[in-house]
């Protein structure tokens, strides 16, 4: 990764950094390092005026940016879903229990592969600490936001130098996925001098819900609730303007309500990327019009369903041995 990120974040923010189980995570805010053009550019395109992130890389790490070393990194970026948190994938809250989260095990079966494995976890819209833009409030945030996030924090930590990137997407992070794969994930490369080798791309699709924009019915029911949450927030915000971190996260919730109504089907190629889809077996709005989607994108990713669960795979412990267990596939 880029040098001079690495040691400004750690300069800038030293507590933030915390070593465990031979890692070194790194929790910060992009936007406290974005210059006024940047950060103008960030919140036009994210919605977000703030946008914290955690970036997990091996304790031992030297940072070198050879071919050869860049070429065996994978970046496995973790995308959680509407509502969700970096809690859901295990980081944060608290007390952390013994065994290891979601997103260790993952790094450490890629690891397995004789790869170094990087790790970067979005907060992702309007919760875990973001910050929605004024005018995404009212407008709507899309996955197409979230995918700009994404390229982002890819760009300033100069992510986009790596052999692979695997994009692991939770409900609503898994619909940016399909954003991020079908723009050709360019926007976060400089294309006046665009690298010599652009990293392949792998995703995995948990519970997607991209399927929802081919139904009219469920595009109104996401618009109403959005609008009428936002009704119901709108007067406490006038009255309270230092309202709770809990008011302005449901104002997000509402935001990305009308922004998943906003969504048309997708129409990009994923032929040629790797993937897997991950869904429950009673997770019918995942399901719906699944099989369809994938065949109109081009690609034949296998479909695993997992017995019993629904539309929250991320706290089942099948859904994580599910996927290690596919790990070698999209490495």
């Not at 955690?54 to 973790?78: G, I, K, M, W, Y």
């Not at 948190?85 to 013994?98: D, M």
């Amino acid at each position: 990764m880029k040098d001079e990120a690495f040691i400004e974040i750690v300069a800038k923010l030293p507590e933030s950094r915390r070593v465990e189980a031979g890692r070194t995570f790194l929790d910060f805010d992009v936007t406290d390092f974005l210059g006024q053009s940047e950060l103008r550019d960030f919140q036009e395109q994210t919605g977000l005026s703030r946008s914290p992130v955690t970036l997990v890389v091996p304790r031992q790490s030297s940072n070198d940016t050879t071919q050869q070393a860049s070429h065996n990194r994978v970046v496995v970026a973790f995308l959680h879903g509407f509502g969700g948190s970096r809690g859901s994938w295990g980081l944060g809250g608290g007390v952390r229990s013994r065994e290891k989260s979601f997103v260790e095990r993952i790094l450490h079966s890629v690891e397995a592969m004789g790869k170094e494995a990087v790790g970067l976890v979005l907060a992702g819209l309007g919760g875990d600490g973001g910050s929605v833009d004024g005018a995404a409030l009212k407008l709507g945030l899309t996955p197409e936001h979230y995918s700009h996030q994404l390229h982002h924090v890819l760009r300033y930590l100069n992510l986009y130098d790596c052999g692979r990137i695997i994009g692991i997407g939770h409900s609503l992070g898994a619909s940016a996925l399909w954003e991020f794969a079908g723009q050709g994930f360019t926007l976060g490369v400089d294309l006046a001098s665009p690298p010599e080798r652009k990293p392949a791309l792998s995703l995995v699709s948990i519970s997607p819900v991209r399927g929802l924009a081919d139904s009219s019915f469920l595009r109104a029911g996401c618009r109403v609730a959005g609008q009428g949450l936002h009704l119901i927030l709108r007067p406490v915000l006038r009255v309270w303007r230092f309202s709770s971190r809990r008011v302005w996260d449901l104002m997000g919730m509402a935001s990305v309500l009308k922004g998943l109504a906003q969504q048309r089907p997708f129409e990009a190629s994923l032929e040629g990327i790797a993937g897997l889809v991950l869904v429950g077996q009673r997770d019918w709005i995942a399901r719906r019009g699944l099989r369809l989607g994938l065949q109109r994108s081009g690609c034949t990713w296998p479909i695993a369903q997992l017995p019993g669960l629904g539309h929250n795979l991320l706290w089942h412990p099948a859904t994580v041995s599910a996927l290690v267990s596919y790990m070698p596939m999209l490495v």
